[in-house]
Structure formats: structure tokens, C-alpha cells
């Protein structure tokens, strides 16, 4: 497994300052969160490569700007927006491709939708046709108050698709939507490519790891269980931590729990 630090941990900073900031923290990895639509143009790219290069970090995934209005835009009964929902995603998957990432991760359709569960799935089926013929895989994230917070959505998704559905784990989205992370893990199976990882307490529902009383043994574990070995992605909120530096002993507490698991 690998460990990363996404850049919507130092938002509002604008990207490019956010992917300079990773250089001495020990992520291997980062996951760009793109925050409107001029950075997704092929030079916007290109000064994300290089940020990210000089950091000494693997952009491994990008996360769409377009999460907040997803439903609207991909997931409504007009047909026609839908299509102009794939042209809107074109250059975002470019964007993906060219800075080396691997994924693209997106929130879905909205609970309760306007859509049936097989007219939701097959929309996202054709989204993750089209992530393909750039190069790049759409993961599907779980998320409080959408569709694909509900294991029953997931193992839907995976019956319907099967290889074609594929997975982002968002730890503290499953506390959000009161959902056990063992049943979710469950429900996502082998088909986990890439998880959002933070610590919790009683009180406080997204901390840095280490901070809170996750059992992250366990929980890489119960990853391993089912084949998982990929990126292990830092995702907060600024407010979540005071210091940068903070992110440093994130990391080191992660690596470790990989290594004591």
C-alpha cells in the first residue's frame, strides 16, 4: 500500500501552492482536488506535473469539481443534459491522463434520485466507458446523502457492471452516513482501488490519523482481506489541523500501521 496526501487538505490554497506543500511530508502519492473548471486545461496540467514532480509526489488520482452538482448534471431525468455531462467530463479525464493519474473519483447520483437503480448505474456505466477511452478508470465514491452511501447501491452497481465497477472507500463518509466501514468494505469487495482516510473520535468525525480512536490495524486488515493494495489517501478538511507539518505524522502513523498490520 501506498500513502498519500490529498490536496483538498489545504483548501483554499490554490493547487499548485498545495502540491508544492507536499515536498518533505513522505506521501508518495497525492490525489488533486480540482476546484473549477480552468484547471482542467491541458497548461493547468502541465504546471500540476511539474508541482507535483518537483514535490517528489505521484498525482495517483483527481477528484472532479463537479461533485455538488453531479446529480443535476449526470443523474436527472433530462436526457439531453446528460450528454452534455460527458462533454463537460472530456476534458476533465484528458486532464487526468495527462498529469499521470490513474483515477478519477466521482460522488454519482443524489439519494433519493430522480432515476431508477438501473437507469442510475447504467448512466455511471457510460461516464466510465468514455473514463476508459482516455486512459484513466472512474471510481465511484461513497457519500453521505448520495446513492452510493448505501451498500445495497454498491452491491447493485457491482451486479449490474462487474468489472466495471470500481471503488473509492471514504472512511469518514461511512461515519456520516451511519454506516458500519466493515459493511461497506464488504459490499465494495476487490473492486477497492483507492481509499479516503481519516481519524475520528466520539466528538469529531474527521481527524488526522493518529489523532483519534481508529483502529487503522484493523482496518488495513480487513483491506487486505479483500486485495486491497493501493494508495491510502490523507483527506481532511484545513479546520481538521492547525499545522502543515501535522500531515508529516499522518503519514508516519499510516506507514506504520501498514507495516504492524
Known amino acids: 500500500m501506498q500513502i498519500g496526501i490529498s490536496t483538498a487538505n489545504l483548501y483554499p490554497l490554490p ?15 497525492t490525489e488533486v482536488f480540482v476546484n473549477t473548471v480552468s484547471e482542467v486545461t491541458p497548461s493547468f496540467a502541465a504546471l500540476m506535473k511539474a508541482r507535483a514532480d518537483e514535490a517528489g509526489v ?9 461533485s455538488c452538482f453531479e446529480p443535476y448534471l449526470l443523474f436527472s431525468q433530462y436526457e439531453r443534459r446528460f450528454l452534455d455531462g460527458l462533454e463537460v467530463f472530456k476534458p476533465i479525464f484528458e486532464t487526468a491522463a495527462t498529469v499521470g493519474a490513474s483515477y478519477v473519483i466521482l460522488h454519482g447520483d443524489r439519494d433519493p434520485g430522480h432515476l431508477s437503480t438501473e437507469e442510475s448505474v447504467g448512466r455511471f456505466e457510460k461516464l466510465y466507458d468514455l473514463s476508459r477511452t482516455f486512459g484513466v478508470t472512474l471510481l465511484q465514491e461513497n457519500v453521505v446523502r448520495f446513492r452510493a452511501g448505501n451498500p ?11 468489472d466495471k465497477a470500481q471503488f473509492t472507500l471514504d472512511l469518514k463518509q461511512c461515519r456520516r452516513s451511519g454506516i458500519d466501514m466493515l459493511d461497506m468494505i464488504d ?12 481519524d475520528a473520535t466520539v466528538d469529531r468525525d474527521c481527524l488526522m490519523p493518529g489523532v483519534g480512536n481508529v483502529d487503522f490495524e484493523a482496518v488495513i486488515r480487513a483491506l487486505r482481506a479483500v486485495g486491497f493494495d493501493g494508495a491510502m489517501i490523507i483527506e481532511l478538511y484545513r479546520h481538521n489541523f492547525d499545522k502543515i507539518d501535522e500531515l508529516a505524522a499522518g503519514v508516519a502513523m499510516l506507514r506504520q500501521a501498514i507495516v504492524s498490520a
Open 15 to 29: 493547487i499548485e501552492e498545495a502540491l508544492s506543500s507536499l515536498k518533505g511530508l513522505g506521501a508518495e502519492v
Open 58 to 66: 505521484a498525482i495517483r488520482s483527481l477528484h472532479s469539481y463537479t
Open 152 to 162: 445495497d447501491y454498491i452491491r447493485a452497481m457491482r451486479r449490474l457492471l462487474g
Open 187 to 198: 459490499a465494495m469487495g476487490d473492486a477497492i482501488r483507492h481509499v479516503h482516510v481519516s
